[in-house]
């Protein structure tokens, strides 16, 4: 008999913006629709989120999927700009987003479109790269199996898109065809850390109940793939560790992957960057914020104190009327949990 799950994939990405109807427009392009609204006075956000700030919101989903939804959040009174443009993803406590898309050089046309117009985006040109160590085959004579990715960012959207050749993995992203970019759902979410101890991590799996994938250590000579080099800013001999956390639906097999999967990016403690914690929590503009779903809100409140989780709050309905808390995670990440899975 199949056990009941009681969390699921990733279930938010939360964006602070300044206009609730300009975000909707914008993530409608890439196949998100509205699917409830809903807010919350100054003295009930600063209850669950720590934010002296009256909040509207809206939750938007990518086709049918049970997770990767988007919640836009537009405060009164931001508590900071968040983390803004950035060259690359190299920030302590930084957050991002993955889709897959059927073109990213159409998705790039329009940021290259946009920053000609002066406004503020920027790209990292999308670099090939080889996924699941399959086999290169010959250039010109065999079929190349792998992903072209890049990165766009933008004060309010942090994004690696990828595109897919010569393979497909449909438990691991579902385009909308329909849509006017043709991309998926958040398939994964990334988020970087600065630490030689992955102990906290156990967090993740040991608390949470998510599926704990194999850590990978991967960069210096002469490993590093150009794009991930790139990504985070990396030095030539510089290592860096992933640590994937899947719905507990997932698998362990590669071909039973499911999206939903969270990503901690873990550099060294030495690692030179940006302190951004302070601008990727709630109340900031951006991505601020990762939720997770689960079936018993009030067991998941003891369990996350007991993990060593800090600054949990009392369990109250958010802008929705869902049962939630909020906490921080003892790798110093901000997460909100919301009830009825």
Known sequence: MTETPQIRGLYESCIGVPDLTEGMKFWGQFGYKVTRQGSLPAREAKGLYGVDSALKSVQMQHLDTDHSFLRLMQWDKPVNAGIGITRHLRQDGGRWGVVLTRSILNVLNHVEDAIALGQPWSYIIPHWLQVYAMDKGQ????????????????????????????????????????????????????????????????????????????????????????????????????????????????????????????KIVRMAESAEMPDVYDKSRPGSLGMSLFTYQVRDIDDYRARVIDGGATDVTDVCGNEYGAPSISFVAPDGNSWNLVGNL
């Open 139 to 262: 250039p010109f004579f065999s079929k190349p199996i792998g992903i072209r990715e890049g990165i766009v960012t933008h004060p309010f959207h942090r994004l690696a898109l990828f595109e897919r050749y010569n393979y497909e993995k449909p438990t691991y992203g579902l385009i909308d065809d329909n849509s006017f970019l043709k991309t998926s759902q958040f398939t994964h979410h990334g988020i970087m850390i600065r630490s030689d101890d992955p102990s906290n991590l156990a967090f993740y799996d040991q608390c949470l109940g998510l599926l704990k994938q194999k850590e990978h250590s991967l960069g210096g000579k002469p490993t590093c793939a150009p794009g991930n080099k790139a990504t985070f800013a990396l030095s030539d001999e510089e290592v860096y560790h992933i640590h994937d956390f899947d719905d507990p639906r997932s698998s362990l097999d590669i071909s039973g992957h499911l999206s939903g999967r969270l």
